[in-house]
Structures are given as structure tokens and as C-alpha cells.
């Protein structure tokens, strides 16, 4: 099992900036793939990026394309979100998951078996 910790949420202004981080802590060397999604009030859970935790493609949602960057540092067990140009449509709580079967890697929930908390993110206009 993997549990996730993440941070850097909070309320942001459209068009700033935020860097969310997620950290990683017991049996890391079993993820395959790890993702971001959020999850807007009343909307369901969506996801924002996903990679490979070997190296390879990492997949964006169209909405967030070119805005957010998704980056993980090995040496810190730590998975970044950095997200720019932030929209109020963005506004949502945002958590970071883990899958560890090598089943799939992609923005769908399906198979993630372990999540964070969740950190809040709120853009205002």
C-alpha cells in the first residue's frame, strides 16, 4: 500500500499560479502509474494528468493542456502539479492517486488504489 500526502492548495486569483505536491510514502517501488484529479462540487471526480512512475507519456485532459505541467522528483518520492493560468473552472479539490497493479495509466479512476486527502484549490474572477 502507498499513502499520499498533498499540499499546496489554496485560493488563487484567475490567471495565477499554484504548485500542488503530492508525497509518497510506503511501498512506492509497487507504483505503476500516478495521476492527478479533481473533483468540483456536485461534478464528478475527473482526471487532470497522469504518468508513467518508470518514464514514458504523460497524458493531460484537453482542459488543462498547456497550463498544467505534471512532474515527479525520485529522490523525494514527491509528484508535482504545476498549474498556470489558473481559470475559476479550475476550482476544485484536487487529489493525487496511485496505482500499483500495471493495469492502466490514464485520467480514468479505474484502478487507482490508493488516494491522498486532497488539497483545495479555489480561483477567484
Request: glycine content about 14%; some cysteine.
Amino acid at each position: 500500500q502507498v499513502q499520499l500526502v498533498e499540499s499546496g492548495g489554496g485560493s488563487v486569483q484567475t490567471g495565477g499560479s499554484l504548485r500542488l505536491s503530492c508525497a509518497a510514502s510506503g511501498y512506492i517501488k509497487s507504483t505503476h502509474c500516478m495521476a492527478w484529479f479533481r473533483q468540483a462540487p456536485g461534478k464528478e471526480r475527473e482526471g487532470v494528468a497522469a504518468m508513467y512512475t518508470e518514464g514514458g507519456s504523460t497524458y493531460y485532459a484537453a482542459s488543462v493542456k498547456g497550463r498544467f505541467t505534471m512532474s515527479r522528483d525520485n529522490t523525494k518520492n514527491t509528484l508535482y502539479l504545476h498549474m498556470n493560468s489558473l481559470k475559476p473552472e479550475d476550482t476544485a479539490m484536487y487529489y493525487c492517486a496511485a496505482e500499483s497493479r500495471g493495469l492502466v495509466c490514464g485520467l480514468g479512476t479505474w484502478g487507482f488504489g490508493s488516494w491522498g486527502q486532497g488539497t483545495q484549490v479555489t480561483v477567484s474572477s
